[in-house]
């Protein structure tokens, strides 16, 4: 082993070590102590105390305030979702919960009288036209749902990108257009607009006619996993549907097990079975042996051309004889045309 | 002032009382970071919840439902408009859908939804529980593929494992004296269902513990197309597909307030009883007892793999860490078909009834995130990836060319494995509110074990800069551009020539590469203008500068474009504009040793669309959307056998309008009209018909063309509360 893969894999190991070691250290009291006694939480000690600066304040009867004014179908919808379930004592209208100043912060000021010609102070709106900073919304919504996430939304690029949920979810809608299979992708193209024209492509997964979802491979919500795949890896995330090329074959074909990448692309393309290229160029980019495998195959090869190359140009290409391009379990497939 | 007070929490409910004075304070906190310019803390008081009864909230109750049905038909019979649609065939369709929820008091909720029941792309899906308790979910889809409706065979048994010739068949050296062949064809379609079922179910097992199980089974039914060989002979057959997959990920999870551990289960068995293909030989036998060959399709295989994982939130410099390891193990060992079915060769006995295929995958993964200032914030990961290829290997002694030559040399099969290693790391600073910059880089280490392969161990660095600026809310933009090599550990000539390899030749997953990348994301709204745009920019530059024969070079470069239009509060309009052309050179030699031909090939692939959607009035509404969608694809050959190829095109038009007028309060009818046109042309496919080709006795698939009318009418029927309304 060489000496670089021996540091690497030192670091490695160093790396696997860290959690221990900050697991032996008592962790920092966090900033919110979680008093079992109410006059404590009154007396909780937050962030440093104001020298000077309004007390914020809550609204005097929760949504009960909020509904006088805010009576229309869009604010009422969050009643269909689990959002605006009484009997779930976790969520905003639980028990003793906030209702809407659970995700809208305290309301008390924007309730009030407004005097002539001043402004009505603002709640925490979320969207992308919100005046409230990502931050502000992302952790609104990870004061509830950090836990079921736990660490994965923070190693995640859409984190890291400083996107809001409300960039994708929607809390005020009888059903949330980014849950459902046929209208998920579209919130997705929002952002990812080169996708929806991939998706476009001759041949491509059924997205376009709603039989599959952008989550069906990837994790918006953050994963280690590279592009924020289901599975660890891509071939393990193709195999989810595509199991018959899982193998082991008794003859391999040595880049499908490593990477359906090398020749495929999920997204979309021009060539038949989302191939990038198509034979015998495609084959051609790493099989070079002499005979049929390095030949030429220009137009004179086509059908009607007369050529002779025509049995590796039309149809199937080289897969016309190697059909059993993914591997084969034949005793005699080892140049997989069995 | 006096804290909250609420009633006793009921035990099996999952929130303390202290989880909600957590929620108070970081509400101070939210109220602390969006309050304009003010650099010290506020305290919310906390409120006496106890007083809000929610009297008006519309809390939803009883049962509700839609009920949609009606008719479409279709004009025209097309597998590639039918496929995942289930519209393949032209005449009549029953549409029939219907959703709806039952909701109680107490929290029970049950939701399904029918979706197309009469098509052959339905969806049944069944959701319900009780909130913070338990969720269950039900569900079947089925997808049906599409692929060809102007395809023929000459054999008989389609759709199993045997096909046979007719008896009065003539076989003959090339597809031209193939005598019998026109009165033997006989339309074929091909294609087969996905069907999709599954259960999955959530259980809040007391405390902070998670029980997670999702289940899911595929099955395949129908054809696909199979190329089956005789020495430089072929013919295009239709092979069954008739299998099932079915997949179990089960997790626990224990939950704390800022950690958790998980150990779970992930399963997949893959069952098939189409083992293998055997078809008569529609050529003339280039050798005694080469009537007949026999394949072998995709073989039963599973894997199951166990993993564990752990996290850490909140720990200093306001950090986050992950870790998981899972190991998983994989098999096959469905018994071999013999050497060959012809029985006029002797072959050796087989050196085992089956490969004992194993696999073992390991791996182990470590993420840190990190915001130890407000302004920078850090993340990095290890991930270790292995697949060890354990099955056996054996000497096959007595192996035949397609079922006619038998291969004198005798040969190991291989067995292919990898180690990977990749660190990541980035950095992002806000220098300003509105700017920040970013750094990343990416170290990968790829050991390719098991039988050697040209390049054994290479090396990946990627590194990239990252500026995203976001003035306010009308305008955002991220730039990104980085470099990243590929570095062989050596090209291993010797391994090259004992696979018969062009020693000028460097594969193109191996081969040494180096990519230029930039990608631009932007999005813009005019302030006083309803109008937004999201463009989006890309642009890779793969450059294989070591290589003499093989890809030289690759250069992706795509952009799209959309924009979206509130014209009023009641019409909203889009635009939309994409292109990507993807450029690529592959060098050749035909002579086995320095390049003579290089191959070109430029793919350009242009979409734009638009649509409106309009509430006319109080009971009219429309929705129209058009979509085109064109690609060309170029081949140019230089250097032996220069010439042009012909270029394949695709060309989709497509053009929605779905209407819905309200008839009465309960009910809407609703028009829907879908036109779609696709036509392309492909040297590949274009004009073959099964004996155009002398040496492939085709199906005589046409390239995809349709174009197509699809026109539906339903009435909607609305039981229940249509909207929820605030109590009289």
């Known amino acids: ?338 | 002032m006096n804290a909250a007070r609420r009633p006793p929490v009921e035990a099996k409910n999952l929130v303390k009382p202290m989880e909600t004075r957590s929620i108070l304070v970081k509400l101070a906190v939210a109220s602390i970071l969006s309050a304009a310019g003010t650099a010290s803390a506020q305290q919310a008081a906390a409120p006496d919840t106890s007083e809000w009864t929610c009297t008006k909230c519309p809390f939803e109750r009883g049962y509700r439902s839609t009920v949609e049905a009606g008719g479409a038909y279709v004009d025209e019979s097309s597998a590639k408009f039918g496929n995942a649609t289930g519209l393949d065939e032209d005449g009549g369709y029953v549409i029939a859908s219907a959703e709806g929820r039952a909701a109680h008091e107490s929290g029970y909720v049950i939701d399904y939804e029918l979706t197309d029941l009469g098509l052959d792309s339905r969806e049944l899906r069944i959701e319900g529980g009780k909130q913070g308790s338990y969720d269950f979910a039900f569900f079947y889809d089925a997808i049906p593929r599409r692929i060809w409706d102007t395809t023929a065979t000459v054999f008989g048994g389609v759709g199993s494992s045997n096909l046979t010739l007719p008896a009065n068949w003539v076989d003959a050296g090339s597809t031209g004296g193939m005598t019998a062949l026109d009165a033997s064809l006989r339309d074929k379609d091909v294609g087969f269902d996905r069907d999709r079922y599954g259960a999955a179910g959530r259980f809040w097992l007391g405390g902070n513990l998670l029980f997670d199980v999702d289940y899911r089974r595929d099955e395949r039914d129908g054809t696909r197309t199979q190329l089956g060989s005789f020495g430089s002979v072929s013919s295009e057959l239709i092979k069954p597909v008739d299998d099932a997959t079915d997949r179990l990920d089960a997790t626990v999870r224990y939950q704390a307030a800022k950690w958790f551990v998980e150990a779970g289960y992930s399963g997949s068995i893959y069952d098939t009883k189409a083992a293998y293909l055997r078809w008569d030989n529609p050529f003339t036998a280039m050798v005694p007892g080469g009537d007949a060959g026999q394949m072998a399709l995709a073989p039963d295989n599973d894997y199951h793999e166990f993993n564990v994982a752990a996290g850490w939130l909140g720990l200093p410099g306001n950090s986050t860490i992950a870790v998981s390891a899972a190991t998983g193990k994989g098999s096959q060992d469905i018994g071999f078909l013999p050497y060959t079915i012809n029985p006029q060769l002797a072959t050796d006995a087989l050196p085992a009834s089956n490969l004992d295929g194993e696999v073992s995958v390991t791996r182990f993964d470590l993420t840190v995130t990190s915001r130890p200032l407000d302004r920078l914030r850090m993340r990095g990961s290890a991930t270790y990836d292995e697949r060890d290829n354990d099955s056996r290997q054996a000497v096959y002694t007595s192996i035949v060319h397609t079922d006619l030559f038998p291969v004198t040399d005798d040969r190991t099969n291989p067995v292919y494995g990898f180690e990977r290693m990749r660190l990541f790391g980035s950095a992002d600073y806000a220098v300003y509110d509105e700017l920040s910059v970013g750094l990343g880089g990416e170290y990968r280490e790829t050991d390719r074990t098991g039988t050697r392969q040209e390049v054994r161990s290479e090396t990946l660095y990627d590194g990239w800069g990252k500026v995203q600026y976001r003035p306010n809310g009308n305008f955002g933009i991220v730039i990104k551009g980085g470099a990243e090599e590929r570095d062989p550990d050596g090209y291993d000539l010797a391994v090259a020539a004992a696979n018969g390899q062009n020693t000028w030749m460097r594969k193109y997953n191996m081969a040494y590469r180096y990519r230029g990348y930039g990608e631009v994301m932007a999005d813009f709204a005019f302030p006083d203008l309803p109008l937004s745009f999201s463009l989006s920019g890309f642009y890779a530059d793969d450059s294989y500068n070591q290589t003499v024969v093989g890809v030289l070079s690759g250069i992706d470069r795509r952009y799209a474009l959309d924009m979206a239009w509130a014209v009023n509060e009641k019409i909203n309009a889009y635009a939309t504009f994409g292109e990507e052309r993807i450029d690529s050179k592959t060098r050749g030699s035909s002579v086995f040793g320095t390049p003579d031909w290089r191959a070109d090939v430029n793919d350009d692939f242009q979409t734009y669309g638009a649509g409106v959607r309009a509430q006319l009035s109080e009971k009219l509404s429309v929705d129209v959307n058009y979509t085109n969608a064109d690609g060309d694809s170029d081949t140019r050959l230089l250097g032996v056998g220069a010439g042009d190829f012909p270029t394949v095109e695709s060309r989709l038009d497509s053009l929605r309008a779905d209407l819905s007028y309200a008839l009465s309060e309960r009910m809407d009818l609703g028009l829907t009209w879908i036109y779609e046109k696709y036509d392309s042309e492909d040297w590949a496919l274009g004009g073959i018909e099964p004996d155009t080709l002398p040496t492939i006795l085709a199906l005589g698939a046409d390239p995809y063309e349709y174009e197509v009318n699809y026109v539906g009418a339903t009435l909607r029927y609305y039981f229940g509360p249509r909207k929820l309304a605030l109590p009289e």
């Open chain 1, 1 to 338: 082993m060489s000496h670089s893969k021996t540091l690497s894999r030192g670091l490695l190991a160093l790396a696997m070590l860290l959690p221990l070691a900050l697991l032996a250290q008592e962790p920092v009291a966090p900033a919110a102590p979680e008093a079992t006694e109410p006059e404590a939480a009154a007396a909780a000690p937050g962030p440093a105390a104001p020298a000077a600066g309004p007390a914020v304040t809550f609204s005097k009867k929760g949504a009960d305030t909020c509904l006088g004014c805010h009576d229309d179908e869009v604010t009422l919808a969050v009643f269909h979702t689990k959002h605006g379930q009484p009997a779930d004592a976790r969520s905003p209208f639980g028990q003793g919960q906030l209702q809407c100043e659970a995700c809208h912060g305290p309301a008390g000021d924007h309730t009030k009288r407004v005097k002539k010609g001043e402004t009505r102070p603002p709640v925490i709106r979320f969207g992308r036209d919100s005046e409230a900073p990502v931050a502000v919304q992302n952790g609104m919504c990870l004061t509830c749902h950090e836990k079921s996430m736990a660490a994965s939304w923070h190693s995640g690029p859409h984190d890291a990108a400083q996107v809001s949920c409300a960039s994708c979810h929607d809390s005020h809608a009888r059903k949330d257009a980014v849950l459902a299979k046929r209208t998920q992708a579209d919130v997705c193209y929002t952002c990812h607009v080169a996708e929806r024209s991939q998706f476009l492509k001759p041949f491509a997964h059924p997205v376009r006619q709603g039989q599959l979802a952008c989550s069906d491979c990837h994790t918006p919500h953050g994963t280690t996993a590279e592009s924020q795949l289901i599975k660890a890896t891509l071939n393990q995330t193709c195999y989810e549907c595509h199991a018959e090329k899982r193998g082991p074959f008794l003859w391999e074909h040595a880049p499908v097990a490593e990477d359906c990448s090398s020749c495929h692309s999920p997204h979309g393309a021009s060539n038949p079975g989302m191939l990038k290229a198509r034979g015998p160029v495609l084959c051609q980019s790493c099989h070079s042996q002499q005979g049929h495998p390095s030949i030429a195959y220009g137009p004179s090869g086509l059908p009607g051309a007369g050529g002779p190359a025509v049995s590796s140009l039309a149809l199937g290409n080289c897969m016309n004889c190697h059909s059993q391009v993914h591997g084969s379990n034949h005793p005699s497939g080892a140049t997989l045309t069995r």
